[in-house]
């Protein structure tokens, strides 16, 4: 019988990646002779992977990019960043708490981001995490990444879970959207890399920490879907 699972979003929600990923957009920022951005500025830019973060960086300087320039500040922006894994990065507060109280549940538990899947699995396996995921899956595990909903349902496909009995959770408006067209309910975390606030995207429910990630929680929106 397949088990009732949570996938979570990687960066802004389950670990707080943004000083690394901060450090390594400005390397590859400054490699192509642009303006560093600030923490705040970079909430504007990631959610997309790296590639699209740097896109944003010189769009929101209003400079062009040629495609060739831009697969070269990417290879930069990569090996930087994975050279420096996990660095800065650390689990939010009460991650590893709410990790343990829905694994005891009975709850498969895995996670879907837009960040590469070798990248993701360095980062989830330096912090001790990875023997809690039953999947792992990246912008490039398959031929199709958040928002498309099918980037999800094949997470929960690969974990072995019940898309009948699924939440995800995530901290920005693609996380969101990809639960919607996926038909599973989604727990926004206020705390993650968007510059509007969670609740403009109407997630079916909203957290501050991970304390609030309850087992009363997620089987009431599990019936409420159901």
Do not use: W
Request: a negative charge; one cysteine or more.
């Amino acid at each position: 019988m397949k088990r009732p699972i949570i996938v979570f979003d990687l960066d802004g929600t389950l670990v707080d990646t943004a000083p690394d990923l901060l450090d390594s957009l400005n390397h590859s920022l400054v490699a192509g002779a642009m303006a560093s951005v600030d923490y705040a500025g970079f909430k504007r830019f990631v959610g997309q992977g790296g590639r699209v973060m740097i896109e944003r960086a010189y769009a929101a300087q209003q400079k062009a990019l040629k495609s060739e320039e831009l697969d070269r500040l990417l290879g930069l922006f990569m090996t930087h960043y994975t050279g420096n894994i996990p660095g800065k990065s650390l689990p939010y507060p009460g991650v590893v708490e709410a990790i343990d109280r829905l694994e005891s549940a009975g709850y498969a538990l895995a996670v879907c981001t837009n960040k590469y899947e070798a990248n993701s699995l360095a980062l989830i396996e330096a912090l001790g995490l990875k023997r809690h995921f039953s999947a792992i899956a990246g912008q490039d595990t398959f031929a199709f990444r958040k928002p498309d909903p099918r980037h999800l349902l094949e997470t929960i496909a690969m974990a072995g879970g019940d898309p009948e009995r699924a939440v995800m959770v995530g901290d920005s408006q693609t996380d969101i959207d990809t639960a919607k067209a996926a038909g599973i309910p989604v727990v926004a975390v206020d705390f993650g890399y968007t510059d509007r606030h969670v609740r403009e995207f109407e997630p079916s429910a909203i957290i501050s920490h991970f304390d609030e990630l309850t087992l009363g929680l997620v089987e009431k929106l599990i019936a409420a879907a159901r």
